[in-house]
Structure formats: structure tokens, C-alpha cells
């Protein structure tokens, strides 16, 4: 259910077990605090599940973000649409050690085209909070222009940035 999408140097895929780790590694980290973060084991776990969940549930979801290579995870991307959340977003994270490589951007273009041309979706905003300078520089990067904001109710005022109707990453 959940499709295998490739880059030159990224395979976007459904989460294995075996990412556990990096993913706990990212989720315990001080660069959760953004999203409502640092969180423990437990609620790592939890929130790995969601991710594979909300496939289910909305046909839709985030994929692991991995070297095509070795397969090594490297980050979270792909489209994010919890109950109260405005409208679908495209989401990115990327774990230590994969920042400043272009590995979201990468990653970001191809769940956006996969998103515009499978799934026929509308422009798509990504939610981001004003204090996270490197997801802010990518979205600028990837043609988003500022379009208001949300306030979420656990994450505080949330910048919404819509993205280009375009049908191929460039």
C-alpha cells in the first residue's frame, strides 16, 4: 500500500523496524522541540506506528527517507494530515548527520510530484514554526511562498508556506 519512490541518492519507503533506533535517536533529540519534542522510547514507538497508520487511514502518508545505497535512514518526509490539522501538509525531518546535504529537499520534491501527479492534490502547505530556520530556508528553497499562519493548540503559531502547483520537482 504504502509506494516505494526513488531519487538519485534516496528511497523513500514505508518505516521498518529496524529504523527504530535512528528514528528514537532523532525523537529524543533538543531538535524535536519544535514539534513538541524531546520525547522518550515509548513515544517514539507510538509515533513510528502513526506514521504507518495514517497510511491506512488517509491513503496517504510520510515515508522513511533512506540512502538508496545502504539503505541507511536518514530523515522522515512525505505528506502529514492528523485529525484537527488544517489541511494536508508536506512534512520533513532529517535525522542527525543528513542535515546540509540536501537530503530534505531531495526528498521533499519527490513526495511533492508524487503528491501532484498520483495523487492529484491541490498546492500544498507545510506547516512550520517561524523559529526553525533550516525548514523556513527550505521552503523558500522549494518555491513556497508565506501564506499566514495556524495556531495549533500544543505547537503555538505555525507559519503556513504553500507550495508551487508544479508537476515535476526541478
Not at 518555491?143 to 505555525?158: A, F, I, N
Given at each position: 500500500?504504502?509506494?516505494?519512490?526513488?531519487?538519485?541518492?534516496?528511497?523513500?519507503?514505508?518505516?521498518?523496524?529496524?529504523?527504530?533506533?535512528?528514528?528514537?535517536?532523532?525523537?529524543?533529540?533538543?531538535?524535536?522541540?519544535?514539534?513538541?519534542?524531546?520525547?522518550?522510547?515509548?513515544?517514539?514507538?507510538?509515533?513510528?506506528?502513526?506514521?504507518?497508520?495514517?497510511?491506512?487511514?488517509?491513503?496517504?502518508?510520510?515515508?522513511?527517507?533512506?540512502?538508496?545505497?545502504?539503505?541507511?535512514?536518514?530523515?522522515?518526509?512525505?505528506?502529514?494530515?492528523?485529525?484537527?490539522?488544517?489541511?494536508?501538509?508536506?512534512?520533513w525531518s532529517v535525522f542527525d548527520g543528513?542535515?546540509?546535504?540536501?537530503?530534505?529537499?531531495?526528498?521533499?520534491?519527490?513526495?511533492?510530484?508524487?503528491?501532484?501527479?498520483?495523487?492529484?492534490?491541490?498546492?500544498?502547505?507545510?506547516?512550520?514554526?517561524?523559529?526553525?530556520?533550516?525548514?523556513?530556508?527550505?521552503?523558500?528553497?522549494?518555491?513556497?511562498?508565506?501564506?499566514?499562519?495556524?495556531?495549533?493548540?500544543?505547537?503555538?503559531?505555525?507559519?503556513?508556506w504553500r507550495h508551487p502547483k508544479e508537476e515535476r520537482p526541478s
Amino acid at each position: 500500500m504504502i509506494p516505494v519512490l526513488t531519487t538519485d541518492r534516496l528511497t523513500l519507503r514505508a518505516p521498518r523496524v529496524e529504523d527504530f533506533a535512528a528514528y528514537a535517536g532523532f525523537r529524543a533529540s533538543p531538535r524535536t522541540v519544535t514539534v513538541g519534542g524531546p520525547f522518550n522510547e515509548r513515544q517514539a514507538f507510538q509515533q513510528l506506528c502513526a506514521i504507518l497508520g495514517h497510511w491506512h487511514l488517509r491513503g496517504f502518508g510520510r515515508w522513511m527517507i533512506a540512502d538508496r545505497n545502504t539503505d541507511v535512514p536518514m530523515g522522515i518526509v512525505g505528506l502529514y494530515h492528523p485529525e484537527g490539522w488544517p489541511e494536508p501538509e508536506l512534512a520533513w525531518s532529517v535525522f542527525d548527520g543528513a542535515e546540509g546535504k540536501g537530503v530534505a529537499y531531495e526528498a521533499a520534491l519527490a513526495a511533492r510530484a508524487h503528491a501532484y501527479d498520483a495523487l492529484q492534490m491541490p498546492p500544498l502547505a507545510s506547516l512550520v514554526d517561524p523559529t526553525n530556520a533550516r525548514s523556513v530556508a527550505l521552503a523558500r528553497r522549494m518555491g513556497c511562498t508565506p501564506e499566514g499562519t495556524y495556531d495549533h493548540p500544543d505547537h503555538g503559531t505555525l507559519h503556513i508556506w504553500r507550495h508551487p502547483k508544479e508537476e515535476r520537482p526541478s
